[in-house]
């Protein structure tokens, strides 16, 4: 069965510093990956996504994500963090050809970043 | 921009009680999924749904759970008799194309408290 982890449960950082969360996923086939944002009081949206090509993939908001696939990884990074980054970030994997497109999250990391 | 609405954002509930969970989708989309999040876990499919029928159910969604398009705006979910443990976040979420290219559309989420 297919299964994502997120390694930090919550990450603490001053504006400007470097952020990278981590994410592991487990399925030997082909995945399309996904990283949601979920504001303090608003719904998920999507920070990014990868289903091909370029591993290194750029997102809203100065986001980033690289796919690793001989590490099963999908890690988000910013180079700078602002404060109105806090919130809670989710790791998302679908089996590519294998479902009707049903996510499989993480647990998801919550961020806060002190001004 | 369109989004996803869901009514009502909590609703508190007596166990054995039936609930309805109402999801309004992103007027141009077809498939659509609800999700849950037990509190201080993973974000958890459901079941997606398409062309008046469930595409794909998960093991949590058993006969206590139904899903409805009941006019051609709403999609809802009911569970027949809620228990304690199904309290929880209920996310609805919608996409304009089916399968792991489909975008997902999240919706605020329905807290669910049952007592």
């Known amino acids: 069965a297919q299964s994502v982890s997120q390694h930090n449960h919550h990450v603490i950082l001053s504006e400007a510093a470097s952020l990278e969360l981590g994410c592991n996923y487990s399925y030997g086939g082909t995945v399309n990956l996904f990283w949601y944002v979920q504001y303090p009081g608003q719904h998920l949206q999507l920070l990014l996504k990868?289903?091909?090509?370029?591993?290194l993939v750029k997102g809203i908001k100065g986001f980033e994500a690289e796919f690793i696939k001989s590490k099963f990884s999908f890690n988000l990074r910013k180079p700078s963090v602002q404060w109105s980054d806090t919130a809670e970030y989710f790791c998302?994997?679908?089996?590519?050809?294998?479902?009707?497109?049903?996510?499989?999250f993480g647990k998801g990391t919550k961020l806060s970043v002190k001004p | 921009e369109p989004e996803v609405t869901q009514t009502p954002s909590h609703q508190v509930t007596q166990m054995g009680q039936e609930v309805i969970l109402r999801c309004v989708p992103i007027s141009n989309h077809l498939y659509f999924y609800w999700y849950r999040q037990i509190l201080g876990q993973k974000v958890e499919f459901l079941v997606s749904f398409y062309n008046n029928e469930i595409s794909e159910k998960s093991e949590i969604f058993d006969d206590q759970f139904s899903v409805e398009r009941p006019d051609g705006s709403n999609f809802t979910l009911k569970i027949r008799s809620t228990k304690l443990e199904d309290s929880a976040m209920y996310f609805c979420?919608?996409?304009?194309?089916?399968?792991?290219?489909?975008?997902?559309?999240f919706g605020p989420g329905t807290r669910l408290t049952v007592l």
């Open positions: 979420a919608s996409s304009e194309q089916a399968g792991a290219r489909g975008e997902q559309f």
């Open positions: 990868y289903f091909s090509g370029d591993p």
């Open positions: 998302a994997v679908n089996a590519y050809g294998g479902s009707q497109g049903n996510l499989i």
